[in-house]
Each structure stands twice: as C-alpha cells, then as structure tokens.
C-alpha cells in the first residue's frame, strides 16, 4: 500500500499530493470493476430495482447497528442486507407475486423501520452521512477489506457468470438445461446485498445504485456479444470513477454524486454512438 501511495504522489497533479485522494483513488481502482461486473447482471437480469432497495433498506441495518450498541455498524448493515436479499427472493417464489411487487413492499417496510429507528431521539442528522457518502474518508485498512471483498466476490461472479446469466434472460431454458435457479440467484443477491452496503458509507444510499448500473447500461449500448460488455462496462466503471473524483477535487462537490454524472455522460455517448451506428447501418 505504502508502494502504491508512492507511486501516485510522483503523479505531476496537485491533487495527487494528498493522502485522501491517493487512498480514494485507490478505493476506486479496486471495486470500479467489481461494481462493472456485478452491473452486467443487474442490467441484463433487470434487478436495478433489487439493488436500489438493499441500499435504501440498510437504513434499516444500521439502525439495527445502533440500537444493539456497535461500533461498528457494518455486520448489522451486511446481516440485514443478505436476510433482505434472501428474503425477498424467497418471498417472490412463495407468493408467486410480480418482483417488481415483492421489491417495494419490502423496501417500504425497511425503509420506515430505518427511518424509526434512527429517528429515535431526534438523532438521525448524525446519519445523514450515509445519504450521500464520503469516499475521501476512506482509510488503507478499509482499503484492504474492499480488496479481498473484490477478489473473493468477483472470482466466484466470474465462475458462475454463464449461469446466473442465463437464468436471467430464460429461467425456463436454464431448468431445461438442468441448471437450477435458486442457488445462483441467491448467490446473486447475497452479492448484491454484500458489495452494497460495504459501500455505502462512501457511496452513498442515495446514488450506490447509480454506480452499479450506468456503466453497464453504457456498455450494453455499444458491446456486440457478452465478452465487450463485461469489458466496456469495466473501463467506463474505471474512467467515471477516476475522472469523477479528480473533477470533484477541483470542482470542490461530492465524490460520489460526481461520479454518477460523469457515469451519465458516458451513457449519453454510448447511447449516441448508438444511434449513429443504427442510422449508418
């Protein structure tokens, strides 16, 4: 880590001088391309809405966090998350109701019940951090747990990736094909609901899911078979993180939300690539 910092103070950039936005960049280069890969599937198996809802609902956990009294929040964050990811899936399969249902009513509940537990005492404002994050208080250490995170994570993504893909576009194919459903998409979730609230206190639950999703939509517009997709969706992942925090540093405005807007700049041109391509022929 001390190599890497070294490395990026050399950089002829001011903003490389600090430690803040070393470590931030750092941050970024590690779960840019998980965020990516994860973003293909959400995009392709149209879970943008299950997403949103495991970051908004972690409210929830970590109002859980602070009525059993810990430190640190992140266990109840995470616990909750993956009880909510499983739970939904769960719910969905034995009501037979529509997702899209079955994903608000869920997010309604925990949502409130977040909003309750926080509020207790007039002591949410000391939460609100959470809303929009703050990626320049991002410390080595956590650093390193994003990095194991990623490789843990985005190796068993890579292993199962046909799979969960399929099922997503053809669960009725994939049963033909004797691949079950249920476990990789309970995988899935459990991956979502981890990558999501690890973040969220540098992200921000107001934006966590725009991270996830704009680069993959970007990449669908202009990938021509899955291998481009994956690939494109990672380097416009990198580019947004990377160039939206350096914006942020001069522009003096949230990280975060930053990068989202550069993330939406590159959708807009691939969709305008896009449409130039359909037009030519």
Request: proline share 2%.
């Amino acid at each position: 880590m001390n190599l890497l910092h070294l490395l990026i103070s050399r950089l002829p950039f001011e903003w490389a001088q600090f430690g803040f936005m070393r470590n931030a960049l750092l941050a970024v280069i590690v779960v840019a391309p998980l965020f990516a890969l994860i973003g293909t599937l959400v995009v392709n198996n149209r879970m943008a809405f299950f997403s949103d809802a495991i970051g908004h609902a972690s409210l929830t956990g970590l109002g859980l966090g602070v009525l059993l009294g810990l430190a640190d929040p992140f266990w109840a964050l995470a616990g909750f998350a993956l009880v909510l990811g499983v739970g939904i899936l769960a719910l969905q399969r034995f009501t037979r109701s529509s997702m899209d249902t079955v994903i608000s009513l869920s997010m309604c509940f925990s949502l409130a019940l977040g909003v309750v537990l926080l509020s207790h005492g007039g002591s949410f404002n000391r939460f609100s951090s959470y809303l929009i994050g703050d990626l320049l208080s991002i410390t080595p250490r956590e650093i390193g747990r994003l990095f194991v995170t990623s490789v843990l994570v985005g190796g068993g993504l890579l292993l199962g990736y046909n799979r969960i893909l399929l099922i997503g576009l053809n669960e009725s194919l994939a049963r033909s094909r004797g691949r079950s459903g249920w476990w990789p998409q309970m995988f899935f979730c459990a991956t979502i609901a981890l990558v999501v609230t690890m973040n969220l206190g540098w992200v921000g639950i107001l934006i966590i899911n725009s991270l996830l999703v704009l680069p993959a939509a970007a990449a669908r517009n202009i990938a021509r078979d899955v291998r481009q997709y994956v690939l494109f969706a990672v380097v416009i992942s990198l580019f947004s993180g990377v160039a939206g925090l350096i914006a942020s540093f001069y522009a003096d405005t949230a990280t975060g939300a930053t990068i989202v807007l550069v993330a939406m700049g590159c959708f807009l041109a691939t969709l305008g690539a896009k449409w130039w391509r359909a037009r030519t022929g």
